[in-house]
């Protein structure tokens, strides 16, 4: 049997002024002996944060073990269900020592208490850091921090004492790193397809005269058409397809914005929202497939909250409306807006399902994302029994069996990131500090 050598090495962009497109997987990439199942398919993780916390009613099921019935937010998960692990009674702290919104953020992903100060900022670095810094020695960026909430108009937000930068961000490189999430769909797209060198001035220029990313790598992409196969040219085709579908629609996002409006207060629920997150996501598609990154953290929207869902005929800003004190009326509302961004990250689960590796499995086969929030009860600004979720294969590394697990109650949100990073290669005895300090591994072992 012959054995040919990589007709292209993987890590491969298209080259042009201004502009550097990265190429999905293809065959032309791996050995001829990669369909023998040879082949080192990365990784992917990613955490989903959705604020103010989630109504309990349509989150979490009311029976544990495999046989769980779907809630109104996880039928929106329904067809990835085999990939779908539901944690009920994780705590993320406790409520009556940290703020539960400022804490809810701060602690989820570094299980540490935020240090209550408005300029001396100290919590903890958090786990999405940790595989970064693994993950990241293979790719062109370690991580991508995304948000809907411009953080800049929000930095003076501060509340209980407690500086805003806490309720804006859910990642941190260092106790005193905050690292910020971006709300730009063009930076997020310059990220992943700008050169970042020294012409910045051919990208302005590329950008100002709305040309396609792809008009100035037409020569590079010719070229690697001539050296790949029909099945992988095919390929690169739809990929390229996508890239300019998403480009188009930040374009489109982006002339909006030149439309002279009378004076007036600007909102913080920017319109069209619906579409800002569908493109977030998109961009985070895009970012997996072409191994740009295999880390990212992405908040729908802030704790503290003020946008209204107008597209859900809501006239009452978000965190307002979580604070119902049982009143029916808005703690349905507040409901509907958890379903509505369930639904969102569901469109995104079907598009990492219908994105497939080399092997033929699905980025989603090949990625764990967590989905949740820092509080469990918002009402109350209680940090426990938060809502967490696990979707994806991760490559079987973390659970062979879906359904919905009750662990003892009191149970560290903390010791799902010890689990996470010890199946992932990571050795971890323990992780976050004080309230939030893990107290071993989880068992993700679903009874019937």
């Not at 069209?272 to 997996?288: G, I, K, Q, S, T």
């Not at 979580?322 to 507040?334: C, E, F, I, L, S």
Request: charged fraction near 25%; charge should be negative.
């Amino acid at each position: 049997m012959m054995i040919f050598k990589k007709a292209i090495p993987r890590r491969t962009f298209l080259q042009g002024l201004g502009a550097s497109v990265a190429l999905p997987m293809l065959d032309s990439m791996i050995p001829a002996l990669a369909n023998t199942g040879d082949v080192n398919i990365p990784l992917r993780v990613g955490y989903n944060y959705t604020p103010n916390g989630i109504i309990r009613d349509v989150f979490r099921p009311k029976a544990a073990g495999a046989n769980y019935e779907i809630t109104q937010v996880l039928k929106h998960w329904e067809d990835h269900r085999d990939q779908l692990l539901v944690l009920s009674n994780l705590d993320n702290g406790e409520s009556e020592s940290v703020s539960g919104h400022v804490g809810g953020s701060s602690m989820w992903l570094t299980g540490v208490k935020p240090n209550k100060s408005l300029s001396e900022i100290h919590c903890g670095k958090s786990v999405d850091q940790v595989f970064a810094e693994k993950f990241g020695q293979e790719t062109p960026l370690s991580s991508l921090q995304l948000c809907i909430e411009n953080a800049a108009e929000l930095a003076g937000q501060s509340a209980g004492g407690y500086s805003s930068a806490y309720t804006n961000t859910i990642s941190w490189a260092s106790p005193t790193t905050p690292l910020p999430m971006e709300h730009r769909p063009r930076e997020i797209f310059e990220r992943l397809f700008g050169d970042g060198g020294t012409d910045a001035k051919a990208r302005q220029q590329r950008i100002g005269r709305q040309y396609s990313i792809l008009d100035f790598v037409k020569e590079e992409t010719s070229r690697i058409n001539k050296r790949i196969g029909a099945d992988d040219s095919n390929k690169l085709g739809e990929y390229l397809e996508a890239v300019r579908e998403v480009e188009f629609r930040v374009q489109m996002a982006e002339s909006k914005t030149d439309i002279e409006l009378p004076e007036m207060e600007k909102p913080l629920g920017i319109p069209p929202h619906e579409e800002h997150l569908r493109l977030m996501y998109d961009l985070l598609v895009l970012a997996f497939q072409t191994d740009m990154t295999r880390v990212f953290t992405f908040m729908v929207a802030r704790e503290y909250s003020e946008m209204v869902y107008t597209q859900l005929g809501h006239t009452d800003p978000y965190h307002p409306l979580t604070h119902h004190r049982g009143d029916p009326n808005r703690k349905r509302q507040a409901g509907e807006i958890d379903v509505f961004h369930a639904q969102m990250f569901g469109e995104f689960l079907n598009k990492m399902e219908a994105t497939k590796d080399i092997d033929g499995s699905s980025l989603l086969d090949n990625s764990m994302i967590v989905y949740g929030a820092g509080m469990g009860d918002a009402d109350v600004h209680n940090q426990w029994n938060i809502p967490v979720a696990l979707l994806g294969g991760a490559k079987g590394k973390l659970f062979k069996q879906s359904g919905h697990i009750e662990y003892a109650e009191g149970t560290p949100l903390a010791n799902l990131h010890v689990t996470m990073l010890n199946s992932f290669g990571i050795e971890t005895e323990s992780f976050g500090g004080e309230l939030g300090i893990s107290s071993g591994p989880l068992d993700l072992g679903v009874k019937a």
